[in-house]
């Protein structure tokens, strides 16, 4: 079975553009989880969706991050406009239940110039 | 609020060592679910374990084996004849199930094993 799927794997850009990034859960899997991971701050949860509804947004950084699930196979999570600061692995994790293990993607290694 | 913790930053062993990881959690909770994942340099995050606070038998995987201890409030990992290819951050997490709070993950352990 496929697992979850993230594009870009990497991402280089420029200060000030618009970054989308892309995941596919695993078919089946009712939550769907965006994380960033840094150095300084570890592994953080930014949004978590279920049955393609946000739940909980409170880890969002600011407005400038956004995230939707359009359908049960498809999310995005959309940094306009981006920053330095930005640059981090954005992973995106999916699960059965909310308290079933989660399943996570390769990530997104975001560069911000 | 869960809490999680995980006081061994950085652990070097040589190879065929056994290791222990710690693990130690807060929780409110009499309901919870506690995890391991491995995240090898290549970066993808890997599920180990899940454990539920009823479940107190020790489990064992091969090399892989935890200790669930719920009067010290420890889930600790222990790789036995630890070997190159378990180098790697290990995370434990928890989820409360009667908390709409998220998974909450420990700062993680880097493991390295030298030949």
């Known amino acids: 079975d496929a697992g979850v799927i993230q594009s870009p794997r990497h991402e280089v850009t420029e200060m000030g553009q618009e970054v989308t990034l892309r995941c596919k859960p695993i078919?089946?899997?009712?939550?769907l989880f965006w994380y960033r991971q840094t150095m300084m701050r570890g592994l953080e949860l930014l949004i978590y969706?279920?049955?393609?509804?946000?739940?909980?947004d409170s880890g969002m950084p600011e407005d400038r991050f956004s995230a939707k699930m359009p359908n049960a196979s498809f999310s995005t999570l959309k940094i306009q406009p981006s920053e330095p600061r930005d640059s981090a692995v954005y992973f995106c994790?999916?699960?059965?239940?909310?308290?079933?293990?989660?399943?996570f993607g390769d990530g997104t290694r975001l560069s911000i110039l | 609020a869960q809490k999680v913790t995980q006081a061994q930053t950085e652990i070097s062993v040589v190879e065929k060592e056994d290791v222990t990881l710690d693990c130690v959690y807060e929780?409110?909770?009499?309901?919870?679910?506690l995890f391991w994942y491995k995240q090898p340099p290549s970066g993808e995050l890997v599920f180990l374990i899940r454990?539920?606070?009823?479940?107190?038998q020790n489990e064992i995987s091969g090399r892989y084996s935890w200790n669930f201890q719920k009067s010290t409030s420890s889930f600790n990992f222990t790789i036995t004849a630890s070997q190159v290819v378990d180098s790697a951050v290990y995370f434990c997490?928890?989820?409360?199930?009667?908390?709409?709070?998220?998974?909450?993950f420990g700062a993680g352990t880097r493991l390295t094993v030298k030949p």
């Open positions: 994790a999916s699960s059965l239940g909310r308290l079933q293990p989660q399943h």
């Open positions: 078919s089946g899997h009712d939550y």
């Open positions: 969706f279920n049955n393609n509804v946000p739940i909980d």
């Open positions: 929780t409110r909770d009499t309901t919870y679910y």
């Open positions: 454990r539920n606070s009823f479940d107190e």
């Open positions: 997490a928890l989820s409360e199930a009667t908390s709409v709070d998220d998974m909450r």
